[in-house]
């Protein structure tokens, strides 16, 4: 199985001070971010906007910023980071409410999701229920699933925790950015056109998330080790607050994810709404 992501060099250089280090009322180094030009190819070139165009992804954003300020390797500042991301730099989902000083670490709400996979060999057992040998996709009887339309077992999968191919997805897998991402490609928007094989729902995937994570080869193990955060954000909100909502409706087929890489020291935001049509 050919690896998903290229390899980048250990200890890739730093990138520069931002602006002048500003702290919290705790004398705390706040994050500095600059958004500096990102476009995935997997998802501009002509291939990738008639992706766009079939799987109604026209609302997804995709945003990079470089940032300023120490974030350890275990990722025990994540809680700063986003909070301070979301308060100040200017990415979509900060802009439907909590900014600046109302947010803070500990309101925001998110989960950090694995970052492991450097194959797409887990997607192998897809051929065993959704899927044929050949990668075409099962049809289903319809079924509506919070505004989306669902006429295939694979999709169906992807939405449903309790799908009779359930089993086919281990739960160290679901709990991979990989498998996200892949859910968010198939589940698309609610105008969505579905594919009739798998193929391009799995190299889009592929394309999109060596984009997305690097990885480095350790000196000491060599072993190919993914050196990117990922956190699933689903709220943001300020002391004493309840979590304010970064989507225009309520929806489970909302997402926000959050990419830190700390060896470029940059991070990624990858934002879709879900507007239901029915």
């Not at 026209?58 to 025990?76: H, M, Q, T, V």
């Not at 057992?125 to 990668?135: H, I, N, R, S």
């Not at 950015?177 to 198939?186: C, K, T």
Request: net charge negative.
């Amino acid at each position: 199985m050919a690896a998903l992501v290229e390899t980048a060099p250990e200890g890739a250089p730093a990138a520069g001070l931002i602006e002048e280090i500003v702290r919290d009322h705790t004398g705390r180094e706040r994050f500095a971010f600059e958004q500096v030009e990102f476009v995935p190819t997997a998802l501009s070139k002509t291939e990738g906007k008639d992706r766009q165009l079939r799987w109604g992804l026209s609302a997804l954003k995709i945003e990079r910023f470089r940032y300023s300020g120490a974030f350890p390797a275990d990722g025990s500042a994540a809680g700063e980071l986003l909070a301070d991301l979301f308060a100040t730099a200017p990415t979509l989902a900060a802009a439907h409410g909590a900014r600046a000083e109302a947010v803070t670490p500990g309101c925001v709400a998110a989960r950090r999701l694995a970052a492991t996979l450097v194959s797409m060999e887990p997607f192998e057992a897809l051929k065993q229920g959704p899927c044929t040998d050949g990668g075409y996709i099962k049809k289903c009887l319809d079924e509506e699933a919070d505004g989306l339309l669902v006429q295939d077992e694979l999709r169906r999968l992807c939405v449903n925790a309790d799908d009779e191919h359930a089993c086919l997805v281990a739960e160290a897998t679901r709990a991979e950015f990989l498998w996200h991402l892949f859910r968010l490609l198939v589940v698309g928007g609610s105008m969505s056109q579905p594919d009739e094989y798998a193929t391009d729902y799995l190299e889009a995937t592929r394309q999109l998330y060596k984009e997305l994570v690097s990885v480095y080869k350790s000196s000491k193990t060599g072993k190919i080790t993914v050196g990117t955060h990922a956190h699933e954000v689903t709220g943001l909100g300020g002391e004493g607050m309840a979590p304010t909502p970064i989507f225009p409706t309520e929806n489970p087929h909302n997402r926000c994810y959050v990419l830190i890489e700390p060896l470029r020291k940059t991070v990624t935001v990858v934002y879709l709404p879900f507007v239901s049509f029915w």
